[in-house]
């Protein structure tokens, strides 16, 4: 999930944790544009009930990705291409620290939201991102994505599924 913090986030971190409580959630996982700036935010706003798990939206020049589980105040870089053929650095740096790393929104229509790294060294493909029924290009993506997720043949390639702030 997105914050204020990051373009396309409406909701300010006490927002999303009000709306987290509201539904019920368990979790919520933070994932910042290429920052930490709110890593430090939430433990004021959140208890017992719900457990915030610190991560980042990998903006790279050839696909988003998010790396879940990172320590308060880490930035993976993301200054690089596929071309560059660093990913797995930066994959393994995640996964050292004990995280996992997602292809995120790997069909999204705009300049760097196709994912053009090889799904291998990513644990979960994201396959959801937005309303899953609606008439936006978001749908066509999603379904891509889930096509990806369920029938990769790979069977630790599992399916994830993220969702907006609000409804648009």
């Given at each position: 999930?997105?914050?204020?913090?990051s373009?396309?986030g409406?909701?300010?971190?006490?927002?999303?944790v009000?709306g987290?409580?509201?539904?019920?959630?368990d979790?919520?996982?933070?994932?910042?544009?290429?920052?930490?700036e709110?890593?430090?935010t939430w433990?004021?706003h959140?208890?017992?009930?719900?457990?915030?798990?610190?991560g980042q939206?990998v903006?790279?020049?050839?696909?988003?990705w998010?790396?879940?589980?990172l320590?308060?105040?880490?930035?993976?870089?993301?200054r690089?291409?596929?071309?560059?053929?660093?990913?797995?650095?930066h994959?393994d740096?995640?996964?050292?620290?004990?995280?996992?790393?997602?292809?995120?929104?790997?069909?999204?229509?705009?300049?760097s939201?196709?994912?053009m790294?090889?799904?291998?060294?990513?644990?979960?493909?994201?396959?959801?991102?937005?309303?899953w029924?609606?008439?936006?290009?978001?749908?066509?993506?999603?379904e891509?994505?889930?096509?990806?997720?369920?029938?990769?043949?790979?069977g630790?390639?599992?399916?994830?599924?993220a969702?907006?702030?609000?409804?648009q």
């Amino acid at each position: 999930m997105h914050t204020v913090s990051s373009h396309g986030g409406v909701l300010t971190p006490a927002e999303l944790v009000a709306g987290a409580r509201a539904a019920g959630l368990d979790f919520l996982a933070i994932t910042e544009h290429n920052t930490a700036e709110t890593h430090g935010t939430w433990s004021r706003h959140v208890g017992d009930d719900l457990l915030v798990i610190l991560g980042q939206e990998v903006v790279t020049r050839t696909g988003h990705w998010l790396a879940l589980g990172l320590r308060p105040g880490q930035v993976v870089d993301w200054r690089y291409g596929v071309r560059d053929n660093v990913i797995d650095l930066h994959l393994d740096e995640v996964h050292r620290a004990g995280g996992l790393c997602v292809a995120a929104h790997p069909y999204a229509p705009y300049t760097s939201g196709t994912l053009m790294y090889p799904y291998q060294g990513f644990d979960v493909v994201e396959v959801w991102n937005g309303q899953w029924s609606s008439n936006v290009p978001w749908q066509a993506d999603n379904e891509a994505a889930h096509r990806v997720g369920t029938h990769s043949g790979r069977g630790d390639l599992p399916g994830a599924v993220a969702a907006c702030g609000r409804e648009q």
